[in-house]
């Protein structure tokens, strides 16, 4: 008996070590310091040392400082474990900042249920204060003017203004490539389009863009002449030229771009190897730039002129032979070009050139007021002229047979009668002329509808 009593004794004072389960439910934030008018995020942490069996809690805030944006149907929570798998679980609620100050937010009637024992365990909670300030103004600057700007080695025209948003600089013939400088008048400002270039002969457009700190941006441009190389001063036809060295963008068409040597020098020109022309652009003494056809042979130059209707087109120059018509002269494209007409004062101008596809010379009919071409027929010339010949012949024989009769009639007719046989024999004839002339017009009316 005694001995059982100290056996009871002996487990009595043997501490057991067996520890009970504990909880927490606890809530965090994005941010504890939040500007005015802007939202941050808060956490509820419900956790066990542990499985989780049940639990529920109510998240209190300051209602004056903040507004629930979000998980609004959250704050009284009462929830439980289906499968007893964890021991941690969060629930997410975004505020907006309202007012100025100290926003309490806090967890009440806090409970956590064991999963294995099905009893409430230790839980503890928390709060935190999230502070609320104004928010902070950066001024950004809107400063986005250039305090300078150049192109290395040359001015600017005009003189460089921040308000000035367009210049232009000349640099020297030959000049390939250039530096444009720059710097902003705030050192916040950043720049682009500045640097070295690469320039060719004419303008050249070059845009340096100034962006401000609050990204506002504006745009200077400046333009970069390259002139053209000094010209090459060359005699043709006891006159002197100006060769140019840069053709204009409007060129003649059927030619093809080429170059060829002169005074040693390469020059551009233009080129027909149908018709074998070489076309170079001049400048006279006038200052007119004009196309010139280059006989290099003969080192002669001619005026190039060309016209066009609708898909072909010719160049203007000196008959193969003439025609038997009424010259005239028109002028075409400033230059005064030989000419024919059928009849003097007609709208209508017979004109020689050359097709510039085929090379083939031919007339041409111009109407000055339409300015279009059409082929002239030499064979309808040579049929207009025998019909013109002919109404000459019966003219001239008439007037001649008239007049012969009226003298006779005048120193022979010395009775009635005999005049009347002579004024008998005057009309027979006007007659048969007539008729000679009727069967003329007919023969040229077959030959026009032919």
């Not at 520890?19 to 419900?46: C, D, E, Q, Y």
């Not at 400082?65 to 289906?82: C, E, F, H, P, T």
């Given at each position: 008996m005694k001995k059982k009593i100290?056996?009871?004794?002996?487990?009595?004072?043997?501490?057991?070590?067996?520890?009970?389960?504990?909880?927490?439910?606890?809530?965090?934030?994005?941010?504890?310091?939040?500007?005015?008018?802007?939202?941050?995020?808060?956490?509820?942490?419900?956790?066990?040392?542990?499985?989780?069996?049940?639990?529920?809690?109510?998240?209190?805030?300051?209602?004056?400082?903040?507004?629930?944006?979000?998980?609004?149907?959250?704050?009284?929570?009462?929830?439980?474990?289906?499968?007893?798998?964890?021991?941690?679980?969060?629930?997410?609620?975004?505020?907006?900042?309202?007012?100025?100050?100290?926003?309490?937010i806090s967890i009440e009637n806090a409970k956590i249920g064991d999963w294995t024992t099905d009893s409430y365990i230790s839980t503890s909670t928390n709060n935190i204060n999230v502070t609320i300030k104004e928010p902070v103004v950066i001024n950004y600057s809107s400063d986005n003017n250039l305090k300078n700007l150049s192109v290395e080695g040359f001015s600017l025209s005009p003189e460089f203004n921040k308000s000035t948003l367009e210049y232009t600089s000349t640099v020297t013939a030959n000049t390939t490539k250039i530096n444009l400088q720059a710097t902003p008048n705030d050192s916040k400002a950043k720049i682009s389009g500045t640097g070295e270039k690469d320039v060719v002969e004419g303008n050249n457009s070059f845009q340096i863009i100034v962006k401000a700190e609050n990204g506002s941006s504006k745009t200077y441009t400046v333009n970069v002449i390259v002139p053209e190389k000094d010209p090459i001063k060359y005699d043709f036809n006891n006159k002197?030229?100006?060769?140019?060295?840069?053709?204009?963008?409007?060129?003649?068409?059927?030619?093809?771009?080429?170059?060829?040597?002169i005074n040693a020098e390469e020059v551009p020109c233009l080129q027909n190897e149908t018709l074998n022309l070489t076309l170079l652009y001049l400048k006279d003494q006038n200052e007119k730039d004009s196309f010139y056809i280059y006989d290099s042979v003969k080192n002669t130059i001619t005026l190039y002129n060309e016209l066009y209707s609708y898909n072909f087109g010719i160049y203007l120059t000196n008959p193969d032979h003439d025609l038997n018509l009424f010259k005239t002269t028109i002028k075409i494209n400033d230059q005064e070009i030989k000419a024919y007409q059928i009849k003097e004062g007609s709208k209508n101008y017979i004109i020689y050139g050359r097709e510039l596809k085929t090379g083939k010379g031919h007339y041409y009919i111009y109407d000055k007021e339409i300015e279009?071409?059409?082929?002239?027929?030499?064979?309808?010339?040579?049929?207009?002229?025998?019909?013109?010949?002919i109404y000459k012949i019966i003219s001239y024989s008439a007037g001649v047979l008239i007049i012969l009769l009226l003298i006779i009639i005048i120193l022979q007719a010395s009775s009635k009668k005999k005049m009347n046989i002579l004024i008998n024999k005057m009309n027979e004839e006007l007659t048969s002329l007539k008729t000679i002339k009727e069967e003329s017009s007919k023969n040229k009316v077959k030959k026009e509808k032919k």
């Open positions: 100290l056996l009871l004794l002996v487990i009595l004072l043997i501490p057991l070590n067996v520890k009970a389960a504990t909880g927490s439910i606890k809530v965090s934030a994005s941010n504890s310091k939040v500007t005015l008018n802007n939202n941050f995020t808060v956490t509820v942490t419900v956790s066990s040392s542990d499985t989780l069996g049940s639990w529920q809690f109510n998240l209190n805030y300051d209602k004056k400082k903040l507004s629930i944006q979000s998980g609004q149907n959250d704050l009284s929570v009462a929830d439980v474990s289906k499968d007893g798998s964890y021991k941690t679980t969060k629930y997410t609620y975004k505020f907006k900042a309202i007012a100025l100050g100290n926003a309490n002197t030229y100006s060769i140019l060295r840069k053709l204009p963008e409007s060129t003649p068409k059927d030619f093809s771009h080429n170059t060829i040597k279009t071409l059409s082929f002239f027929n030499e064979e309808d010339l040579e049929s207009l002229k025998n019909d013109n010949n």
